[in-house]
């Protein structure tokens, strides 16, 4: 009996295995003409259907949602360029400011894509990598996939529990949990290879077009030193990406990374990176964007992001931001590195008044009274309407006048 629930659960995720990816050597092959925008077919699939179109509705109105038209525009002229013009048509993007490394994409065509991600991603090859991606679980089809796979293995479940209760054997209650570890652990395998297949179905995208397309491979060498940086940064041990999870839903990052090498076209070091523009319609939402990655309180991460950042030249708001993560950990040392990137962004640009009100705080913690009351000063002289105006001018008479 136990070797036929085992075999009854492999059998629970057969059918609709997703294609295997090649080996790493073999770029990966350009996707099939696209058919077209489809009806959803079968029950499962409209009533899927049904729920992605509430759940837009709701999304559609959400205050997370960025409705910059220029932004909006760009992002879906990086999206169309990676998948092409007849699919991009099929896709609604919406740009949702949450502070997080992901996008998703639902059966009905929605697809999210959250403001860590963009913060995260430094080219137009970047990105369309990671929308490729996402699409590739669309064209895929792989939501209604997965969820007949649940569905499978939650029937076989509780079938299986019916006939071990009748049977009440201890024997029987064993197989029955040798057989749950067994369906679990299906799923996770089976939605691992779905992101492997869209994976490839991404790189495909990519290589037929004219963005570089081991871009994607960086990306995920990048989240890994990210994570390490996080880490190091909460005293926790270095963790490891090339090993997976029993449950884990993704493959390892380091075995990501290295398959998206090898499945670039390997003609993709002379094509178009798009770092520039990327940088350049980026540049008005990144004050914002850093400053929520601010709030995560992740420091290792916030500050392996900004160093990145930096890699071009160091700006204002680069600095801004780094003074600012540097002063709320709020340590001695971190108060004095904070003043000093304050002063910076100060130096570059004489008018932002956030770099004047950082520099005054921190001065201000440090001994430093009268610098700092001279910068909170200029501060309030360049944003004398400051929503915290009346605590910094609260804190100019608790440490001198009130000018």
């Known amino acids: 009996m136990r070797l036929a ?53 709701a ?65 137009e090859a970047e990105l369309a990598s990671v929308l490729g991606h996402e699409f590739g679980h669309f064209e895929k089809r792989h939501t209604l996939e997965k969820f007949k796979a649940k569905r499978r293995g939650t029937d076989l479940l509780s079938w299986a529990a019916v006939l071990t209760s009748m049977s009440g054997s201890a024997q029987a209650y064993r197989s029955f949990n040798d057989m749950q570890l067994s369906v679990l652990g299906g799923l996770a395998r089976y939605g691992r290879d779905q992101e492997r297949e869209a994976d490839l179905m991404g790189l495909g995208y990519l290589n037929q077009g004219h963005l570089r397309a081991t871009a994607a491979s960086r990306v995920w060498r990048n989240f890994i030193l990210e994570q390490e940086a996080s880490a190091a940064a909460r005293g926790l041990s270095k963790p490891d990406f090339d090993h997976v999870a029993f449950f884990a839903s993704h493959p390892a990052s380091g075995e990501r ?112 009274t009268t610098e700092g009351r001279d910068a909170l000063k200029h501060y309030l002289a360049l944003q004398p309407a400051a929503p915290d105006a009346a605590m910094i001018r609260m804190t100019l008479n608790a440490t001198g006048d009130g000018q």
């Open 5 to 57: 629930l085992a075999a009854a659960a492999a059998l629970a995720f057969a059918p609709a295995a997703p294609a295997a990816v090649p080996k790493p050597a073999a770029p990966a092959p350009l996707p099939a003409p696209y058919s077209g925008a489809y009806q959803p077919q079968g029950v499962d699939e409209i009533g899927l259907w049904r729920m992605s179109d509430e759940q837009e509705r």
């Open 59 to 123: 999304l559609a109105n959400s205050p997370l949602v960025l409705r910059d038209e220029a932004l909006n525009a760009y992002v879906r002229k990086v999206l169309c360029s990676a998948i092409g013009a007849d699919r991009c048509a099929s896709v609604r993007p919406y740009i949702v400011r949450l502070p997080l490394f992901n996008a998703s994409m639902t059966p009905n065509g929605t697809m999210e894509i959250y403001t860590g991600l963009l913060l995260r991603v430094r080219s």
């Open 257 to 368: 990374a290295d398959y998206l090498y090898g499945l670039a076209a390997p003609d993709g070091a002379d094509r178009d990176e798009g770092a520039d523009r990327y940088a350049a319609a980026l540049a008005p939402w990144l004050p914002m964007f850093l400053d929520d990655q601010i709030r995560l309180n992740d420091f290792g991460a916030s500050d392996f992001i900004i160093q990145r950042l930096a890699e071009p030249g160091w700006t204002a708001t680069l600095w801004r931001a780094r003074g600012d993560l540097f002063r709320l950990r709020g340590a001695p040392r971190d108060l004095m590195n904070a003043a000093d990137f304050y002063g910076k962004a100060a130096a570059l640009d004489p008018s932002m008044a956030e770099a004047q009100r950082g520099l005054g705080l921190s001065l201000i913690k440090t001994g430093r």
